[in-house]
């Protein structure tokens, strides 16, 4: 029997990414950020490269900055946010990941929303704005700050497909 074309793609993909978290928060500190240290303790468990891991205060411009400096290090494949995609005022994760954009992954946001809803939290799963894509050679993935919704992205969209994402990115 021959392999699916997926299953072709996530053979051929590499073994480890390198990885960097920003968690975006006007409130959390390296003790309190429990989002962040998820992220990390769960990719390191599925054998990827955490090669750092910072909190941000919840500032468009500053956010960009960050996003942009780590997508153009040459160490960082992937950039992992978490924290500032709602919808209040303060909340400028969205905005500041789409305007870098190059390429975005709608089916991310959508299934992370359509996941949340039947497995999470029901209608309120509307409010989330999670968004993925690349920013060159670099995937973004940005969720909502719980830990529910940390380990929901991780478990069942990241953690199982970063590698196949990478494989795409690479592929000449």
Do not use: W
């Not at 998820?38 to 468009?60: C, F, H, P, W």
Request: some cysteine; overall charge negative.
């Amino acid at each position: 029997m021959s392999l699916s074309s997926v299953e072709e793609h996530r053979k051929e993909a590499p073994q480890s990414v390198s990885c960097y978290i920003i968690t975006v928060s006007d409130t959390r500190t390296t003790e309190t950020d429990t989002g962040g240290a998820l992220i990390q303790s769960m990719l390191e468990a599925a054998g990827y490269e955490v090669i750092g891991r910072t909190i941000i205060k919840d500032n468009y411009q500053d956010i960009r900055e960050l996003l942009y400096k780590n997508a153009d290090h040459t160490g960082v494949e992937a950039v992992l946010l978490t924290g500032g995609t709602g919808i209040s005022p303060r909340d400028t994760t969205y905005e500041a990941v789409s305007s870098l954009l190059d390429k975005t992954l709608p089916g991310f946001g959508e299934i992370f929303r359509m996941l949340s809803y039947t497995e999470d939290i029901g209608s309120a799963a509307i409010l989330s704005r999670a968004i993925a894509g690349t920013i060159g050679n670099t995937a973004i993935f940005s969720m909502p700050g719980s830990t529910g919704a940390v380990k929901l992205a991780m478990e069942r969209l990241i953690i199982p497909e970063l590698r196949h994402v990478m494989r795409e990115i690479y592929k000449q």
